[in-house]
């Protein structure tokens, strides 16, 4: 992908770039791209957490459906790496 810039945001990248200590400022550019994307996730997280505290009250876990949870969600983070 190629993104063409303003000069005066050519020059704020490469600033940025030497203030944060980038290799590259394709490596500023990728960070700050990875911080929207973990913005974005925690927002959907928290909306589906007020939506589950909203929709009434829960229902009790086993010990062995607790296991099965986090089972499902060390695959799935393992699966994002």
């Given at each position: 992908?190629s993104v063409s810039l303003p000069k005066h945001l050519k020059e704020y ?43 009434g009250s829960g229902l009790p876990m086993t010990p062995s459906q607790w ?15």
């Amino acid at each position: 992908m190629s993104v063409s810039l303003p000069k005066h945001l050519k020059e704020y990248i490469k600033s940025r770039t030497r203030q944060d200590s980038f290799g590259t400022p394709s490596d500023y550019i990728r960070s700050l791209i990875r911080d929207d994307l973990k913005r974005h996730e925690q927002e959907r997280l928290e909306k589906m957490l007020l939506e589950g505290m909203a929709s009434g009250s829960g229902l009790p876990m086993t010990p062995s459906q607790w296991k099965k949870l986090h089972k499902e969600a060390r695959g799935a983070l393992n699966f994002r790496k």
